[in-house]
């Protein structure tokens, strides 16, 4: 069984909204920090959001402020990324990722710092 499962990407166009979800494998998903990263072709994977599932705490990449949003299902053991407002440099493969049970996130979140990851789920944003 994986560790997490992303879901919820597509095709959208610039200005429209999609909801990412990752479930969570319960035993990663207490006192952990999950973030979301992405990364489009050509450039490094940068993480865009982080919560830490213990104390809620939120970590926001500054291109993605008052735009994408972070949020925790505990009965779930789910992490939503809403994303608003989209633009076309939103578009990359978006991967869901867990700490090796750390319960703070890195401000930023770096790719070394997470342990286990999801497959990825593609975004694409038209203009």
């Known amino acids: 069984r994986e560790r997490l499962v992303e879901s919820g990407g597509g095709s959208v166009q610039a200005g429209g909204s999609l909801r990412l979800s990752c479930a969570v494998d319960a035993n990663t998903y207490d006192a952990n920090c999950i973030a979301w990263f992405r990364q489009a072709p050509g450039k490094e994977r940068e993480g865009v959001a982080a919560?830490?599932?213990?104390?809620?705490?939120?970590y926001y990449a500054d291109s993605v402020k008052g735009r994408f949003s972070i949020s925790q299902d505990n009965d779930e053991n789910t992490v939503w990324l809403q994303m608003n407002n989209l633009k076309p440099e939103d578009t990359a493969m978006y991967y869901c990722a867990a700490r090796g049970w750390q319960p703070s996130c890195p401000n930023p979140p770096r790719r070394p710092d997470f342990d286990y990851w999801g497959q990825g789920t593609q975004v694409s944003v038209s203009s």
């Open positions: 919560i830490a599932t213990e104390s809620g705490r939120i």
